[in-house]
């Protein structure tokens, strides 16, 4: 079970890896005011070698990303993974995770979106809880209340970082333990040994990209594997290209026309792709109430 400790370490090491599609170039400037902003905020961040695009969206094959982050994992001096990529391409790394490894690891990992695959594979085969947090967003628009939050959680336990604002919208308690993600990144693992076991569960989905027919086309496959019959509840994010472009029925009415009207739904503004967004622990027990934090 993931739980932040408040660190006596004067300087934390912490690796920086790239699983999914890889940096361009243009990203260069970003990566720097990252390093430069951890290091500012106490930390020595140690760079995998496959972060920047190297054949086409590809930092390195398959197998050396993966190798890349387990050499993290095997690293004793390194305490906290954070992935910055996104894209397409993470889910191809899985198969070549020392997952006992990461079993007895007390490192957490962070990522998001794409990283959904990896972070929902780490639970699934090992019980073991990450952050779904993008921490490129400690340089962006959003940078002065993300940096104090983070610095706060990491060097002092405080977890406003992983409270986030909600409302329900059905029903008005839930509880169990959170899994899921980015709605189409999720659904890679589908039919896989990596699809997280959803009985009970809270699931988590939001989005970036894609608009109705997307999300109609996702939720008809959790419908059809049967994920509406086994969970808790329903935690939802943003859907930023659905939201910004005004999609009528909106992704709560979508919803609930699959889950249907008897299971708990929340919905935030605060989880997702936006660079205000906070973290949420996948892995963890949550309970959710009505009027507790919305």
Partial sequence: MYKQEPLSDKVLKVGIVCCSNGQTREHEKTVKALETALRQLGMEPVFSPYIYERDSVFSGTAKERADSLMEFYRDTSIRCIFDISGGDIANEVL???DYEWIARSNKSFWGYSDLTTIINAIYTKTGKASVLYQIRNLVYGDSE???A?????IWHGNEELFQFRYRFVQRERMSGVVVGGNIRCLL????TPYWPDMKEKLLLLEGYGGVMPQMVTYLNQLTQIGVFGQI????LGTFTNMEQEGCVPGIVELVKQYAGNSLPIVKTDELGHGVDSKGVIIGKELVLEANSRN
């Fill in 188 to 191: 890679k693992l589908a039919g």
């Fill in 145 to 147: 209340r993300q940096q």
């Fill in 232 to 235: 808790n509840g329903i935690i």
């Fill in 149 to 153: 939050n983070f610095q706060s959680l």
């Fill in 95 to 97: 198969p070549y995770l």
